[in-house]
């Protein structure tokens, strides 16, 4: 598979691999991760190669997955465990906030739960209700948890990978309407990732305005970008990647260069991601900013059913709606 | 059907009253092809009908609902069979659309024809269910318009109906939530007085649905706990159609799930779910209990998942074809008409009259369907609340400012 | 009772009493509020005189308890649901995020869940782990919920009344610090609320800064801008009262005058509410800003050990030395 | 205790086997004075000695498990007792040092001793233990400090103890969390492949504790299907001390909850809580099964809690002194003592020295928690992350600086 340029599923599959053939102590659990290979077939084929030991499909109740895989990290097995949809992962919040966020800390460094919550997030698929949320927020508010999120097939394939080796949980959003689009890039298995899990990725760079995104948004953002550019704007796009913690040096240089920033994400906007981006930015661009940050996200309503998602979801034009209004300043 | 010779001539067919054989031909039975599921031949399992539409005899297990089967007439028994019949074509029709690309999806309730509409029509029109996402034959039987239905699986709403007109909850699709839902809307009956009175207009009760996976969801055993402490009227209706979408039952449970509510001190009746008369008969002696205010009760209703978990789903990958067809023997409506043939509950003509309402309807709902417009977009900002929240107007006029503004420029690049 | 001045408990108490004299569809639902009146009392008394079927002990099940205070709002109820520890409202997050919260819109307005979760909230009473967390950001992010924080006697007997009023779901913080400190007003019970809920209040006028706080936090704001005065400065206090929606209006009103926000509340302070008032704010103040708001939380770590909890926590001090960092610029 | 003629000798006090009588002049039994709890006087219920002290006979209920209490020693009783004693002690200076203000709060296990012992020495060292709150009596016999838990009752840490070095897990307080940690760990050891080997050193289990309250929660109930479907060497043990705070058990079911487990397919053991003998019995039963991949088993202790809930709580608000009165003549204790003094099993210098050991562990722990001094307060920001974390780098270091400066000034205001 050396050199190959998969889709972001495909991407997330083949990390899910090598993590395994590493590290026997690696597991997967969750609803139809086994013979299916999960309803998006990120673990197909896992079950058939490694075995049912490994590859567990448990009963259907969130908090006994997660739960009963705190009790397997415990035991000094490292969990991966796939919530079937973003909002299917509320019933287990409990355990993630009680549990698995705080056990390194309560335990004075004695006990490390070193697990990986994958969830499949975000809309612009046409489900029905509860299969298109954008929950990060509140892992990212969640202090002992980390949260990263992927864009792309390549860093599909690393930041699993990395995510696995960490002892702490990491939560892992997963783009799924991007699941299946190809990756720009071929995969060096061999090779080694080029970002730490962490590091946020200029993925554009630009001088006029810096757009601020990650997951499914970096694809509309680098749209946006290219539509702005035919108009003679020059934008730099970030891909956030790690959204707890953020990688403020990267985006603080970003801003302080261009003077204006607008974050885009699907997730409602009130105290979401964005907010603390925002009030981050203008905290330590405080001089350098041309206009106030705008955050273009998802309306403050549940969301919607899906013949209203396109017009819910940040667009291109939403986008650049935002930075005409940023540079308006 | 208040015929005394029925179980007679059951018997005289030859087949063991309470034991569910699906015929000879077929082959060994289920649990020696399949693992992972549980209960056939399951000695507990209430039965009135064999495979093939014969009325079998009473027997210990099904004894205690005999009275309210041999209650039924005629014309229940064509009431029934004509829902099973146009249940089972609006499902058709459902699965139809999505391929079509009218809906993004559909759960199709095929081969559970049987089991909704048994506890469907043994709800009372004051009673009150609360459905899971598959519940297309009760809510039929509740009187809620499929195309309804359609409208939340075409995702122009979350669900369009409004539950208080038919007493049926909007779907639910968080494994579980609805089960707690449907206990504190029987404690609201119990504190209401509407339990226990004698007066059948006033006595009202919940049925609550899911799934042999949902047995799982700590909502489902916190709901068990709750009715039984507060011995709410409700009953939990599990159809137990052997997978939650590719697990099969051995990832769930190890005993059969009817046996669960023991363990919480209230009874659990085992219910051939393909049987008609049984679920029927099953189901409303529990919603007799628990209006009577006899408290809660759970019934499993045996049945099979005939088609895909939904329209997205491929169960090539995990099942296999020899097990359907184990279950297309024990088929629903061939059932109910074989036994209505041979009781002579009905003639050729209404059959008939049957297809041919259901080609109407399929008809029908697919024009509506095909036909339903997109909801006006600022209608996206309605209901969010009861009363003005300053954050969804400010959106809404940013909405209709932001596309005005397109409709001026005509649009960006 | 008319003209009483109550503690914050009995002002809850009194309110609580009053809905339920008023309505007799009010029910109150939780563990231990019977007989004991709930572990902190503020339901005393009421189980006694209103009877079993309107105070009910229930079984030690947070989502149970939620699940079935909806089904009792269905059935035309509206259950007053007390949560014993802001710790132990997780399990019910599921029910609170998937069904609470949207519950009318997706019925499109036919069903309506009239209820309200009393959360006890916050730290400061030397307690263990899970007893004094503030999660308010949680539900202010979840659109579809309301969520209001009393932080006096007066605020809680009216603000408890008006949210059990309201036909939408509200969350209803207490900050369980302030529980026994008398109010400084006396309460007339047959007055009316001289606010509405959604509104939040200039405790004290100023002209340097403004003080954003609410909750347990108002008092330490009040006397950091004692303090303040001391020193010749001259700081505005706002009670936002209502966290979810802001009262924007107000708050804007006061940082374009005084020029100069400072955020004060007890939860971590990443994607933590001041972020969205930050954001807000340095949207809608931009060209009246000195200084970029500041936010002085709780630190983002899970809430230690008692014996930290006074450094955890933000003091006088660390408001007024926000509020020197401010004016430094 | 291998005595042949116990049984003999109970029978002739006049008790009948299997139930649990208080004394005569107590007046009339439990559940005729208290509403709201169950399982007195239940058959099913194992008992090896009598609120006496007396040896019951070995009847059908107890039959299983009277060879382990046959094998019992002399020494096996003295280690017990020891640790009653010690256990209560080392619970009473908990309560103390509450009242003098050197914690913040203590949950007395006052009356839960025998429960808690039995449990305790049944597990073997490289088992593994999920304790709630109140589980002062495993973590005795588990080998951890009693001063380690004050630090978390004082608020110095969350848990000071490695649970590694014990296998005693950090107490949990979010009630029916650590049930399913103990299930998971429970797999993890199915996975190592240490289940089922025949060597002892080898074979382990996990125990999980929590309260009759604790039988409501969803993770509660989750954990036992997820025991049911894999098998886990796990014994749930919960103590039905008959309150939860304020709650009595009609709150949380209306059947005992030992027969939870029946309704998921593994079986559910009714014990005396306050019979050490049959606590330890049942739990060495039940953990030799799990070790030995038989799978899990829910072991109800009934027992009460004798003091308050916390040292917070007020118990007068919601129960009676007659029937804390009723609980007293079953004290755990006073039982094994005088099981021992009637079977020779310790001379009055064996429970002299006991007492001793009990002051001198009591004088050490009172003076080490006094002593304990404060945590250093940047440690606050220790052991967050496994990694380097930047947020809490920066804030360590605002902290710092703000300290520093602090200093530097003397002090605002
Ligand atoms: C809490 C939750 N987790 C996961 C899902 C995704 N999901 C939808 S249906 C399903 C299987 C349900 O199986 P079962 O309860 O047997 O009902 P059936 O679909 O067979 O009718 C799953 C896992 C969900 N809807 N809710
Ligand atoms: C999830 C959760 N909800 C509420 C509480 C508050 N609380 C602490 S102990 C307790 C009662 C527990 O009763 P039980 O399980 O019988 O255990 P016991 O205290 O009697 O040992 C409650 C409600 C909690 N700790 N966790
Ligand atoms: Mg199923
Ligand atoms: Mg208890």
């Given at each position: 598979m050396s050199g190959a340029r998969l889709t972001l599923a495909k991407g997330l599959n083949a990390g899910l691999r090598k993590a395994m053939d590493k590290d026997p102590k690696v597991v997967l659990m969750g609803e139809d991760v086994g013979k299916l290979g999960g309803v998006f077939r990120i673990?197909?084929?896992?079950?058939?190669?490694?075995?049912?030991?490994?590859?567990?499909?448990?009963?259907?109740?969130?908090?006994?997955?997660?739960?009963?895989?705190?009790?397997?990290?415990?035991?000094?097995?490292?969990?991966?465990?796939?919530?079937?949809?973003?909002?299917?992962?509320?019933?287990?919040?409990?355990?993630?906030?009680?549990?698995?966020?705080?056990?390194?800390?309560?335990?004075?460094?004695?006990?490390?739960?070193?697990?990986?919550?994958?969830?499949?997030?975000?809309?612009?698929?046409?489900?029905?209700?509860?299969?298109?949320?954008?929950?990060?927020?509140?892992?990212?508010?969640?202090?002992?948890?980390?949260?990263?999120?992927?864009?792309?097939?390549a860093d599909a394939y690393w930041m699993i990978q990395q995510a696995i080796e960490t002892d702490d949980p990491v939560i892992f959003f997963?783009?799924?309407?991007?699941?299946?689009?190809?990756?720009?890039?071929?995969?060096?298995?061999?090779?080694?990732?080029?970002?730490?899990?962490?590091?946020?990725?200029?993925?554009?760079?630009?001088?006029?305005?810096?757009?601020?995104?990650?997951?499914?948004?970096?694809?509309?953002?680098?749209?946006?970008?290219?539509?702005?550019?035919?108009?003679?704007?020059?934008?730099?796009?970030?891909?956030?990647?790690?959204?707890?913690?953020?990688?403020?040096?990267?985006?603080?240089?970003?801003?302080?260069?261009?003077?204006?920033?607008?974050?885009?994400?699907?997730?409602?906007?009130?105290?979401?991601?964005?907010?603390?981006?925002?009030?981050?930015?203008?905290?330590?661009?405080?001089?350098?900013?041309?206009?106030?940050?705008?955050?273009?996200?998802?309306?403050?309503?549940?969301?919607?059913?899906?013949?209203?998602?396109?017009?819910?979801?940040?667009?291109?034009?939403?986008?650049?709606?935002?930075?005409?209004?940023?540079?308006?300043? | 059907m208040s015929d005394s010779d029925v179980a007679g001539q059951a018997g005289t067919r030859g087949h063991v009253a309470g034991a569910f054989e699906p015929s000879p031909e077929l082959g060994p039975k289920p649990p020696s092809q399949v693992t992972g599921h549980f209960s056939d031949d399951n000695p507990e399992m209430v039965q009135f009908v064999d495979a093939d539409g014969n009325r079998l005899q009473t027997n210990e297990t099904n004894a205690p609902f005999a009275q309210i089967v041999e209650d039924m007439t005629s014309e229940d028994a064509r009431i029934i069979y004509r829902d099973l019949v146009l249940v089972r074509r609006i499902d058709a029709e459902g699965f139809a659309l999505q391929r079509q690309g009218e809906l993004g999806l559909w759960p199709s309730l095929f081969g559970q024809e049987a089991a909704q509409v048994g506890a469907g029509r043994a709800l009372r029109d004051h009673d009150y269910a609360f459905p899971g996402y598959r519940e297309h034959g009760v809510a039929w039987c509740r009187g809620v318009d499929p195309v309804s239905l359609f409208g939340m699986f075409r995702g122009v709403n979350h669900g369009g109906w409004d539950s208080n007109e038919n007493n049926f909850h909007l779907y639910t699709i968080v494994i579980g939530n609805q089960m707690l839902h449907a206990v504190g809307y029987a404690m609201g009956i119990a504190a209401d007085g509407d339990v226990g009175t004698g007066d059948p207009e006033r006595d009202a009760a919940v049925m609550a649905f899911t799934g042999d996976g949902g047995t799982s969801q700590g909502d489902f055993n916190e709901a068990l706990v709750f009715a039984a402490v507060t011995n709410a009227p409700v009953v939990f209706f599990v159809q137990n159609n052997q997978w939650a979408i590719s697990e099969p039952n051995d990832k769930q449970f190890i005993i059969p799930p009817y046996q669960r509510a023991r363990g919480f001190g209230f009874p659990g009746v085992l219910v051939d779910g393909n049987d008609p008369l049984a679920t029927y008969a099953v189901a409303k002696d529990?919603?007799?209990?628990?209006?009577?205010?006899?408290?809660?009760?759970?019934?499993?209703?045996?049945?099979?998942?005939?088609?895909?978990?939904?329209?997205?789903?491929?169960?090539?990958?995990?099942?296999?074809?020899?097990?359907?067809?184990?279950?297309?023997?024990?088929?629903?409506?061939?059932?109910?008409?074989?036994?209505?043939?041979?009781r002579g509950h009905a003639d050729p003509d209404f059959f008939a009259a049957v297809d041919a309402e259901a080609d109407e309807i399929a008809a029908r709902i697919r024009t509506a369907c095909q036909g339903m417009p997109d909801p006006e977009l600022p209608t996206m900002f309605d209901h969010q609340y009861t009363e003005p929240h300053p954050v969804v107007e400010a959106e809404r006029e940013e909405f209709l400012a932001y596309h005005a503004g397109f409709a001026e420029e005509g649009g960006r690049a």
């Open positions: 673990t197909e084929g896992l079950q058939k190669d490694f075995g049912e030991h490994r590859v567990l499909d448990t009963p259907l109740a969130e908090s006994g997955i997660v739960g009963t895989a705190v009790g397997l990290a415990l035991r000094g097995y490292r969990p991966v465990v796939e919530i079937q949809f973003d909002g299917f992962v509320y019933p287990a919040f409990d355990q993630i906030v009680s549990q698995v966020a705080k056990m390194h800390a309560r335990s004075l460094g004695h006990l490390k739960v070193p697990m990986v919550i994958r969830i499949p997030c975000g809309g612009g698929i046409g489900a029905v209700e509860h299969h298109s949320e954008s929950n990060e927020a509140y892992f990212a508010h969640t202090a002992g948890l980390r949260v990263v999120s992927c864009s792309n097939a997963e783009p799924k309407r991007r699941y299946h689009e190809r990756g720009e890039t071929e995969i060096d298995e061999g090779g080694a990732p080029d970002l730490g899990l962490y590091d946020a990725r200029v993925v554009r760079e630009g001088t006029d305005a810096t757009l601020l995104c990650y997951g499914p948004m970096v694809k509309t953002c680098l749209q946006a970008a290219a539509a702005a550019e035919e108009e003679g704007r020059n934008l730099e796009v970030i891909d956030l990647r790690s959204l707890s913690p953020l990688d403020l040096p990267t985006i603080t240089a970003s801003v302080k260069k261009t003077g204006r920033a607008v974050i885009v994400h699907e997730a409602q906007t009130f105290v979401g991601l964005g907010a603390e981006i925002a009030a981050r930015v203008q905290e330590e661009c405080f001089y350098h900013l041309e206009a106030p940050v705008l955050r273009v996200g998802g309306y403050n309503i549940p969301y919607p059913p899906s013949r209203f998602e396109e017009e819910f979801l940040p667009t291109l034009d939403r986008v650049l709606d935002a930075v005409d209004r940023s540079l308006a300043h | 529990a919603l007799d209990k628990a209006r009577n205010g006899q408290g809660p009760t759970l019934i499993e209703a045996y049945t099979y998942r005939m088609g895909a978990h939904t329209t997205s789903d491929d169960p090539t990958k995990y099942r296999s074809d020899a097990e359907v067809e184990i279950w297309k023997h024990k088929d629903p409506i061939k059932r109910m008409r074989g036994f209505m043939e041979e």
